[in-house]
């Protein structure tokens, strides 16, 4: 079994940030990360609200950025995905996917969050057949086709935008009458002529010939009458859940699954804090995920010192 002083639970900018301050603190640090180290930066094609940037700074260009760093301190990342947490008094026990097990005495979760499906039939049966959650890795697939994207949201709004290079038309499908992204993408998604917001209307069914998606059927909420529109792709984005399959009501959360923390970002027990995407809190971004990482680091420092 491997040990470690701190184990970090995602290699997102919480994460990441987390384990800069660590290593910082020069403690012993790991990274587990099933995927490429990132988070949902690695989805974002631009971020326009991380300061130090006043032109932008497109979400991988950030995300390797704070990998480096983190490794430039010496961190480690430990490729794979966690299944479990045993909770041995100050000690903890991490399993992951195959069977391995890494021993901390402190926890930084911060698994941050997946896109929310529909549920709606043909919603499976065409997912990677037309039917994607990310506009950055599937929009080129699109070039000259008609594609619609369902959601209200900056990411809805974000991604028609984005979509808008590859696509010859973008419905963007809302199912009330007010989007709930912020004023200033709505002033934007009006500049481009591509996007056609189709609103009040919520999504019966992806239909498709077995092969392709080939249309969405529609309930407009205002008449009752169901529309069908021919689309060749249909990418949702329609909000997130928190990554918190492995914790199994072991630290407490919220109704929707979010972890909840106190203001040093600890959970409910002692030894495990919480950062990023996947903690109850009021504002989902880069910035807040990086302070968090930052503050759950100091805590566990001070939390390793008085062992
Ligand atoms: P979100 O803000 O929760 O928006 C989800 C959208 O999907 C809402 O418009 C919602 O409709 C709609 N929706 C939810 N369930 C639905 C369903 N079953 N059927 C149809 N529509 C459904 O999620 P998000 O856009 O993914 O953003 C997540 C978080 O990241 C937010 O806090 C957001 O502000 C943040 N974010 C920020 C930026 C940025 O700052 N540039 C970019 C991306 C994301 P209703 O409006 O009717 O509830």
Do not use: W
Not at 7 to 25: E, F, H, S
Not at 83 to 90: K, P, R, V
Not at 111 to 134: D, H, I, M, N, W
Not at 242 to 257: C, L, M, R, S, Y
């Amino acid at each position: 079994m491997e040990n470690t002083s701190l184990l970090i639970i995602g290699g997102g900018p919480a994460g990441l940030t987390a384990g800069i301050y660590a290593l910082r603190a020069e403690i012993k640090t790991a990274i587990i990360e099933p995927a490429f180290p990132g988070g949902n930066m690695l989805i974002t094609e631009r971020i326009d609200n991380y300061p130090g940037f006043p032109l932008g700074v497109s979400g991988a260009e950030l995300a390797e950025q704070m990998k480096q760093q983190y490794l430039g301190f010496g961190g480690e990342i430990i490729s794979g995905e966690v299944e479990d947490i045993a909770i041995n008094g100050e000690r903890k026990t991490v399993r992951m996917a195959g069977g391995k097990e890494i021993q901390a005495y402190a926890v930084i979760i911060a698994s941050g969050s997946s896109r929310q499906s529909l549920g709606v039939e043909g919603e499976e049966e065409y997912t990677g057949k037309g039917v994607s959650s990310c506009a950055i890795c599937d929009g080129a697939f699109f070039k000259g086709k008609r594609i619609a994207v369902i959601g209200g949201g900056n990411s809805a709004l974000e991604e028609a935008i984005y979509l808008t290079r590859y696509a010859e038309r973008c419905y963007l499908i809302h199912r009330r009458d007010l989007f709930r992204a912020t004023a200033y993408l709505q002033r934007e998604i009006k500049k481009y002529s591509q996007v056609i917001p189709v609103l009040s209307r919520t999504v019966r069914k992806i239909e498709g010939d077995g092969n392709r998606v080939k249309a969405l059927s529609l309930e407009n909420k205002e008449t009752g009458a169901t529309e069908t529109i021919e689309v060749d792709g249909v990418f949702i984005s329609i909000g997130q859940k928190p990554n918190t399959a492995f914790i199994d009501g072991k630290v407490e959360q919220n109704p929707a699954g979010y972890i909840i923390t106190d203001y040093r970002m600890q959970t409910s027990v002692k030894g495990i804090f919480a950062c990023g995407d996947v903690i109850r809190k009021s504002l989902y971004q880069v910035i807040t995920a990086c302070g968090e990482g930052a503050v759950a680091a100091s805590s566990a420092e001070k939390y390793l010192s008085d062992l």
